[in-house]
């Protein structure tokens, strides 16, 4: 079975720039997490899609990071424009039914974000 | 909401020694507890979970981890580490609802 896949793996760019990262999560899980991962502040849940609804969004940082879910396998989260204190590893993550935190979560690989 | 701690920032342990690893839980309720391991470069990979039943579980990589409710915890164990076992580990706790929460990890280090 495939897992969830992320890309770009890494990414590098400049201030200001536009960066989108996309996820395709595992085929039949309706629940998909976006996190950052910081040395400072570990893992936070960014926004949370319930069959490809947001559902929960009090994570986003601000107003430059938006995220969107057209269908159940594909999900995008964008930021426009970057800044250097984005620079982060952010993840997806997929899981199967929905509501509850007992349906463990599937993780992606990852993408390595650095804002020049 | 529920919390969780992971006391040990970074541990070494030589290899084909035991491994035990802390993880401590606040949730006011019957808690969803997850422990992750994540390798460099790697995102979080699921090594076991507990929901109800045997407090005693066992996940892969021949890991194991208890729940004891009277003292909040869930801690990881193993046997006999190998080399590959060098990662971070992460608790989770889960409640209900959708969120988890992490904790800060612990680095492993396994020296020869």
């Known amino acids: 079975d495939a897992g969830v896949i992320q890309s770009p793996r890494h990414e590098v760019t400049e201030m200001g720039q536009e960066v989108t990262l996309r996820c395709k999560p595992i085929s039949g899980h309706n629940s998909l997490f976006w996190y950052r991962q910081t040395m400072m502040r570990g893992l936070e849940l960014l926004i949370y899609f319930n069959n490809n609804v947001p559902i929960d969004d009090s994570g986003m940082p601000e107003d430059r990071f938006s995220a969107k879910m057209p269908n159940a396998s594909f999900s995008t989260l964008k930021i426009q424009p970057s800044e250097p204190r984005d620079s982060a590893v952010y993840f997806c993550?997929?899981?199967?039914?929905?509501?509850?935190?007992?349906?463990?979560?599937?993780f992606g690989d990852g993408t390595r974000l650095s804002i020049l | 909401a529920q919390s969780v701690t992971q006391p040990d920032i970074h541990i070494t342990v030589s290899e084909g020694a035991s491994l035990e690893l802390r993880c401590n839980y606040s949730y006011g309720a019957t808690p969803y507890l997850f422990w992750y391991v994540q390798s460099p470069g790697q995102g979080l990979q699921l090594l076991l979970k507990y929901f109800s039943g045997d407090t005693l579980v066992q996940g892969i990589k021949g890991f194991e981890a208890e729940f004891k409710r009277s003292q909040s915890s869930f801690n990881l164990r193993k046997p006999s580490v190998h080399w590959s076992d060098a990662a971070e580990y992460f608790c989770a706790v889960g409640g209900n609802d959708y969120k988890l929460s992490f904790g800060a990890g612990t680095t492993v280090t396994v020296r020869a």
């Open positions: 993550a997929s899981s199967f039914r929905s509501g509850f935190s007992n349906q463990p979560q599937h």
